[in-house]
């Protein structure tokens, strides 16, 4: 450490005089001065880190940290704006500092990443936050400031691996709930279409129009009209699930195992519940009820192509929706049900079913209710 200060200039250097004596750290060495600190340890050599990157090095933790002894001093980015130092720890690390972005790290697959789409000086923009873990528990990421093209995100999965969002397709990506949404995590970077530009997902992709702005999401999903068979299909109301007038076969939304195909305990007929084994919604139950006849068996093996009822064309007609994950005959939304008015797992439902091509329920009042987080979105 001290040939290293007498290196940079000792007293004379922007680092000042000693503040305090070697201390041990963390497998190595540290010593603090007026300007800044020295850190040294056998792999990495000795180190000076100053400044904003070295209040948030400490901040996570110092040499014990993440990001562990540092490997280079702090360094000029080339674009006469950021600073940054690089780490040993986290599988390779970095703290990156602008005045407008202030000091934050990225680190491992997602720093790969990173630079590997021009760092600093890509698209992405110096990062404003560190790496996160998702709400999942699964993926963790870091958000970028963008230049000049949007804020962005670089998302990481142990499935997925490490990739960009940003932009327009970003901005579409969040307002539907980020990795909590239909389409899941990123499969892509932004890549380029005719017309315009594309993000994949692990269930779907997102589009931009260059022309107009406009994004489209298209959802690759395992699930299926499930209406798609029935004849003069026409939607009514958005309650607890939604209603449609219509007759002929209605089909399994997904593969998933028959619950139910009783009455008992339902006002209106037939209730018959079915617990999606795949996608999205895997684990959640649907219904199908009232005016319907079931032509499944509990405990049966469906898939999107099995017809599990035949709907008539009378009142009451049918109710579809989410249904009670304990599989007793109701309705998911019962408890935010009023007797008139559209509930948020009823307008949900419909949201999916639109997405899948099925006419949207009708909303005849103010939505009840609300959904948990991290129920899917359509």
Known sequence: ILAYYEHLGGANSYLGAPVSAEYAVAGGEGQDFAGGSIYYSPATGAHAVHGAIL???RALG???GVLGFPTSDETGVGDGVGRFNTFAGGNGGAIYWTPATGAWSVHGAILAHYRGLGGPTGFLGYPITDETGTPDRVGRFNTFAGNGTGRGAVYWTPATGAWSVHGAIYAKWASLGWERSALGYPTS???AIPGGRRNNFVHGTISWDAATGATTVALASPYTNPLRGLGALTALRIDQGVDYAGSGPVYALGPGTILD???AGWPDGTYIAERLSTGPAAGQVVYVSEN??????VGQQVNANTVI???HDASPYIETGWGDPSGVPQALAAGQYDGSDPTAYGLNYSQLLQSLGAPPGIID????????PG???W
């Open 261 to 263: 195909t009783a009455s």
């Open 189 to 191: 970077d932004e890549y």
């Open 309 to 311: 009822g035949m709907a």
């Open 365 to 372: 009042g103010p939505v009840t209710g609300s959904l948990p």
């Open 62 to 64: 110092g040499p014990a």
């Open 55 to 57: 209040a948030h090095y």
């Open 375 to 377: 129920w899917p979105t």
């Open 292 to 297: 319907i006849t079931p032509t499944v068996q």
